[in-house]
């Protein structure tokens, strides 16, 4: 997999190899060259990895990153703070779902806000990427302020959670 690191002026995005993944979901964070705050690895995050870790075993190389986790690493004290990734490759139509976590101890700073603006310019510069989908549970107000910072727009929603989309602009020839 590619090793390109995205870069904002208060973070950096590294992607995360297979082995990486493996190192967080068996507690061997030694292993990783990036110190991680610990609180960014919950319950919840473990069983994302342990699901991407299944579904990048079978993929090529060239395709994990839109498999993977980014670490994202608060450039200030180079601590990894939380992640942020694609649930896979783009759909038929074009379009990938985002996820993402952060430790409790970098809310409310725009950190996560400031990541998905990197991920999504990323993303954008794939002409076969349409655009970027993401689902929150309703009673989660951080991650939807998160989608409304990056013009995220609600498409659906249920009884418990609300489908956004963030499209990108593109002609007819798909630039």
């Not at 510069?125 to 609600?154: D, H, M, P, Q, W």
Request: aromatic share 10%; hydrophobic share 35%; proline share 1%.
């Amino acid at each position: 997999m590619s090793r390109e690191v995205l870069e904002s002026e208060r973070l950096l995005l590294k992607p995360l190899s297979f082995n990486e993944l493996l190192y967080i979901n068996e507690n061997q964070i030694d292993n990783i060259e990036t110190s991680i705050d610990l609180d960014a690895i919950s319950h919840s995050v473990k069983l994302a990895i342990t699901k991407k870790l299944e579904k990048m075993k079978n993929i090529s190389e060239d395709n994990q990153k839109w498999y993977t986790y980014w670490l994202i690493i608060n450039k200030k004290d180079q601590v990894g703070v939380g992640f942020i990734g694609f649930k896979g490759l783009l759909s038929e139509n074009g379009y990938s779902e985002v996820g993402y976590s952060i430790s409790p101890n970098y809310r409310k700073q725009r950190i996560m806000t400031e990541a998905l603006e990197l991920l999504i310019k990323w993303a954008d510069g794939y002409r076969e990427c349409r655009g970027i989908i993401a689902r929150v549970l309703k009673t989660n107000i951080s991650s939807t302020k998160i989608l409304n910072n990056c013009n995220f727009k609600v498409i659906n929603s249920t009884e418990q959670e609300d489908n956004y989309i963030l499209e990108f602009s593109r002609d007819s020839h798909g630039n």
